[in-house]
């Protein structure tokens, strides 16, 4: 066992705080990591406040961890100690179902195991995520970092550019595409520069107005008020796909209008309350087509680093001591993030 170190909610309303904890070390498989930075993500405050229901305390959150390779197991092919690594959502899954078979791990049939609040395969322990100083993680969920000079901007590629990229490419986004994304979060600005970088024409939906000026920056061509309905009708039926983001419950129809024919809205955000259920005949009258999706698979996860390092890609990051995370999901709470917050897991001390 390795004795680690990292931040735990040691229940739903306590504050985040040091926690000490042992690791398996690696097997024939494993690669040991050391973390150097972990991105913020709005699922590890929902999971560390139990909104989703289920935590198990303590739970050491965060899955967007890049860092470098200490150690590997006797069998590993693919990496070697002092190669810049990722880690995102998932560690293990069951690699035998028809959906690892086609390399997508996120939708095993048989459960993928997260990267925290998991229960390991393997080991039988409780997966503890990258708010610490080290991971021990199978080689076939490690990714490689292209591009290893503005690591800490990478972290965040590791969820939120995964979980946008997938989408985007499934409902096969290009130029020629109108593209909606609601939300400039963590999320949504990866989807915005994302969708950019694919061609398409990008039209940001915020609740947000400080927000604009940003997102113009980041690749979208137009930005429109979400409140404001004026703003909302001059763009009825005219999406070919929206990817909506937000992490709140929140009315779908006045999205829903604005796809055209054929057009799809593609959940990720996953609020603490369900969305209310949009009006049937807004999707019958146009066959329009209201989908989710999750993360993204390995092999997909490794094309999207390889995408984002070929276009500059990377997030636009807060860097924050680990002993500013309350205060930074008090800030997500609130929209007032530019936009993920990434911690340097080097101010983390005994
Ligand atoms: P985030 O950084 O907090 O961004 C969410 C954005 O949603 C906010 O910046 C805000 O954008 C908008 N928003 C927040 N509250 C709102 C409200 N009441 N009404 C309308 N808009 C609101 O969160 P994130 O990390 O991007 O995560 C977003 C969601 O995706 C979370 O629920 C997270 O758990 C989920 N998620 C899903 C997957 C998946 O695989 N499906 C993966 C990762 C995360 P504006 O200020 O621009 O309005
Ligand atoms: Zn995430």
Redesign the pocket.
Known sequence: MIESLGYAAQSADAPLGPFKFQRHAPDEHGVQIAIAYCGV???DL?TARNEWKGTRYPVVPGHEIVGHVTAVGSAVTRFKVGQAVGVGCMVESCQECGSCADGLEQYCENGFVGTYNGTSRKTGATTMGGYSNLIVVDEAFVLSIPDSSQLAAVAPLL??GI?TYSPLREWKVGPGHKVGIV??????HMGVKIAHAMGAQVVLF???PG?ADDARRLGADQVVISKDPEQMARHRNSFDFILN????S?PLDPFVELLKRDGTMTL????EVNHPSPQVGNLIFKRRRLAG???GGIKETQEMLDFCAEHGIVSDIELIAIDQINHAYER?LK?D?KYRFVIDIGTLRD
């Open positions: 993500c709005h699922s929902h969820c939120a979980t939300g400039l979060g963590g999320l949504g915020t609740t947000s927000k983001t937000v992490a709140a929140h990720v955000g996953v609020p999706s999750l993360i997500m929209s993030v």
